[in-house]
């Protein structure tokens, strides 16, 4: 079993900041490209950002300059930094990894997902 488990949503004002937070663990041979998706109410699922293995990353235009995606490989973990948060942030953030387990392929693993809301 596989398991990511996001933390550190919540309520923010308007200019504020998050650092949200995604653990990997269990049976884990590799990960491979870690990133954050996005989903507000009645919208499909959005790429927010995300990390590859080498440090490579790519933002939505809507969070350039705003958030900045890292990852541990020590702690298998992925971090997002939220700074000038909007009211347009708003959403249920998820995890999402490459991972592969032993003897077994590479698989898309997801987290159950954060709240962020962003309101005065």
């Known amino acids: 079993q596989v398991h990511l488990v996001e933390s550190g949503g919540g309520l923010v004002q308007p200019g504020g900041s998050l650092r949200l937070s995604c653990a990997a663990s269990g049976s884990i041979a590799s990960i491979g490209t870690m990133g954050w998706y996005r989903q507000a109410p009645g919208k499909q699922r959005d790429l927010v950002a995300r990390?590859?293995?080498?440090?490579?990353?790519n933002y939505a235009d809507a969070v350039k300059g705003r958030f900045t995606i890292s990852r541990d490989d020590a702690k298998n973990t992925v971090y997002l930094q939220m700074n000038s948060l909007k009211p347009e942030d708003t959403a249920d953030y998820y995890c999402?990894?490459?991972?592969?387990?032993?003897?077994?392929?590479?698989?898309?693993?997801w987290g159950r997902g954060t709240q962020v809301t962003v309101s005065s």
């Open positions: 999402n990894a490459r991972i592969r387990r032993p003897l077994a392929n590479w698989n898309d693993y």
């Open positions: 990390i590859t293995t080498g440090g490579t990353t």
